[in-house]
């Protein structure tokens, strides 16, 4: 079992940047970051392979946030630049068994608890 801990939510006005991290108990495969606004279901927002070398983004953040991940240390983060209001959501990471990167939700085996990111207008 592994257990995951966001850390790195905020508010932050238009424009600015934040970086979320994600801590797990042990090693993971591959990971990804989701988030959910009020209203609205979880959505996708990146994934990362379990070595780094492989990234995928959804449009609405691509060439605005960055995921990477430090194996060593058994962390992965979310770099957010250029943020705007529509980014306000909850944000989660997850992790699977798998090595390989996966965008739906319904693939991923471990969750951690979400931290709250507001981007003022």
């Known amino acids: 079992q592994v257990q995951l801990v966001e850390s790195g939510g905020g508010l932050v006005q238009a424009g600015g940047s934040l970086s979320l991290s994600c801590a797990a108990s042990g090693r993971t495969n591959a990971m990804g970051w989701f988030r959910q606004a009020p209203g609205k279901e979880r959505e996708f927002v990146g994934t990362i392979s379990w070595g780094g070398a492989y990234t995928y983004y959804a449009d609405s953040v691509k060439g605005r946030f960055t995921i990477s991940r430090d194996n060593a240390k058994n962390t992965m983060y979310l ?12 944000y989660y990471c997850a992790a699977r068994h798998s ?23």
Not at 80 to 86: A, H, I, Q
Not at 100 to 116: K, L, M, N, S
């Open 99 to 121: 090595n390989v990167a996966a965008t739906q939700a319904r693939e991923y085996d471990y969750w951690g608890q979400g931290t709250q990111v507001t981007v003022s207008s």
């Open 79 to 90: 770099q957010m630049n250029s943020l705007k209001p529509e980014d306000t959501a909850v």
